[in-house]
C-alpha cells in the first residue's frame, strides 16, 4: 500500500530532522521535547503513519535483563525503570495509564557444555549490573515448571525480575501524543535525498518526496530496517538489513496452568504465555536479508520448525492450534547484532539509531534520552552509550551481542 503524501513542513529549516517515525523516531522526539536544555525545532518525517510495515508494528513488545554485554543489562534496566514509573516519566499526566509488566522472565536452556558456560558468562555480567539472574539445574527447573521436557538440558537461566512482557503500544502512542503537544512537528513525507557539505563533514539539507528542500542542524536515522538506505543518501553505508522474523499465537488443548517464561529453546524457538493463549517465534533457518516490503509468510516454518520444538520441549503442546500469524522484519546488524547509536566518524550532525537485531523495543527509551543528551550537549550524560557508536563499524570491531534471539 503506498500512502499519500500529506501535507509540507512549516517551516524550511529545523534544527532536528528525524527519519522514521516509529518506536525509535518516536522516542528521540519525545526525550528532546521534555529536555528543558533542548529549545531546537524537531521536524519528524514518516512515509507511512499507519506503521503496518513497521518492526514496532510486528513487535512482540519483550523487555529482559539477560544479555552478554553490560551495556545492554544497563540499557534495558533503564527501560524497566522507564516503564514501571511511565506516569512519573510523562510529567504525572493524569491521562496517562500506568502499564504493567508481566514478569514471568525469561527462561534460557543450554543443552551443550559450550552453552551452558555461556550462561554462566553471562550471568556473571548481569550480576555485576544488579540483574536478578538465577542460574538453574534441570531439577530446580523442573521442580518450578514441571511441564518441560529437560532430558537434554544440563543448566537454565532465569531472571523474574524486570523481565517479560509490556504495552509497548501504549508507550510509543503516548510518546508520539505528548510530543505533537510540544510543539514537535510530524509530517507524512520520505526522504529521498540527502546533501552534504563540500567539506564531507556534515548534512546540510534533506530533500522530501515532495520536493521540499528543508535545511537542518541534525539528521536522526531512525528508519528501522530500512536504515541502510537512508544512509546511503548521504554516501555512508550501515551493515544493517532487514530479515525476517516470524511470530505464530496458538491456543492450547491443554493449557499450562501457570505462566510460561519466555522460554529460549536451544533450537532457537521461543515461546511465551501472551494472555489465554501462547506465543512463539522463531528466524527461518535460511535466513537472508529481504526487501523492506516482503512480509511473505512461509508456512513451512511452524509445521517443520517451530512446532516441534515447542512439543518436543513442552509435551502438552502437542495439540496447539494457530490463531494468528505474522512475519516482521528484524533491522540486523551484519556486524555484531548490537545497535549502531550516535554520530556518524565523519558527518557528525549525522546520527544513528539503528541496528537492533530484535531488541529495539526495549531498548528504545534508552536510545531516546541518550541522542537527546547528545543533540543538547554533545556528550552522553546519563548512560554512555559511546561503546555502540558508529565507530567500532568503521573499523570493523565488533562488540558482539551473543544473547540475540
Known amino acids: 500500500m503506498t500512502t499519500p503524501l500529506s501535507g509540507t513542513p512549516n517551516r524550511n529549516s529545523y534544527d532536528v530532522v528525524i527519519i522514521g517515525g516509529a518506536m525509535m523516531g518516536a522516542s528521540v522526539a519525545w526525550f528532546l521535547s521534555d529536555n528543558p536544555d533542548f529549545n531546537g525545532s524537531v521536524l519528524v518525517v514518516e512515509r507511512d503513519p499507519s506503521f503496518e510495515t513497521s518492526s514496532t508494528a510486528h513487535t512482540n513488545s519483550c523487555m529482559r535483563q539477560q544479555f552478554s554485554e553490560s551495556i545492554n543489562v544497563r540499557i534495558s534496566q533503564f527501560c524497566a525503570e522507564f516503564v514501571t514509573n511511565f506516569r512519573a516519566f510523562m510529567g ?46 534441570p531439577d530446580k527447573i523442573a521442580a518450578a515448571y514441571p511441564f518441560y521436557d529437560l532430558d537434554d538440558i544440563i543448566l537454565g537461566a532465569h531472571n523474574p525480575v524486570d523481565e517479560g512482557y509490556f504495552d509497548g503500544g501504549t508507550v510509543f502512542d503516548w510518546w508520539r501524543r505528548s510530543a505533537r503537544e510540544r510543539g514537535v512537528e510530524t509530517v507524512t513525507n520520505e526522504v529521498v535525498g540527502i546533501t552534504t557539505n563540500p567539506a564531507g563533514t556534515g548534512v546540510d539539507s534533506v530533500t522530501l518526496k515532495s520536493g521540499e528542500v528543508i535545511t537542518c542542524g541534525t539528521v536522526v536515522n531512525a528508519s528501522g530496517p530500512r536504515a541502510a538506505k537512508t544512509a546511503a543518501m548521504a554516501g555512508l553505508h550501515l551493515p544493517v538489513e532487514p530479515r525476517k522474523r516470524y511470530t505464530f499465537v496458538i491456543d492450547a488443548a491443554k493449557p499450562l496452568g501457570q505462566d510460561l517464561p519466555l522460554t529460549v529453546d536451544p533450537s532457537g524457538v521461543h515461546i ?134
Open 92 to 137: 504525572n499526566d493524569g491521562r496517562v495509564p500506568d502499564i504493567p509488566v508481566h514478569a514471568f522472565g525469561y527462561m534460557y536452556l543450554a543443552d551443550t557444555p559450550e552453552a551452558a558456560d555461556a550462561l554462566r558468562a553471562a550471568h556473571a555480567v548481569q550480576s555485576a549490573c544488579g540483574a536478578g539472574t538465577q542460574l538453574l539445574t
Open 272 to 405: 511465551r504465555t501472551d494472555g489465554t493463549y501462547y506465543m512463539v517465534g522463531c528466524a527461518p533457518d535460511d535466513d537472508p536479508a529481504v526487501e523492506p516490503d516482503d512480509f511473505a509468510e512461509d508456512f513451512t516454518i511452524w509445521e517443520q520448525k517451530a512446532w516441534p520444538a515447542i512439543a518436543t520441549r513442552i509435551p502438552q503442546f502437542e495439540a496447539v492450534k494457530v490463531v494468528n500469524s505474522w512475519v516482521g522484519h528484524y533491522a540486523y546488524n551484519t556486524l555484531d547484532q548490537n545497535a549502531i547509536v550516535g554520530p556518524h566518524s565523519n558527518l557528525r550532525n549525522f546520527l544513528f539509531v539503528n541496528g537492533f537485531s530484535g531488541h529495539g523495543f526495549q531498548q528504545a527509551p534508552a536510545m531516546g534520552r541518550g541522542l537527546s543528551e547528545w543533540i543538547t550537549y554533545g556528550e552522553y550524560r546519563t548512560l554512555d552509550l559511546s561503546p555502540l557508536g558508529f565507530d567500532r563499524v568503521a573499523a570493523g570491531n565488533p562488540l558482539r551481542e551473543r544473547a540475540v534471539i
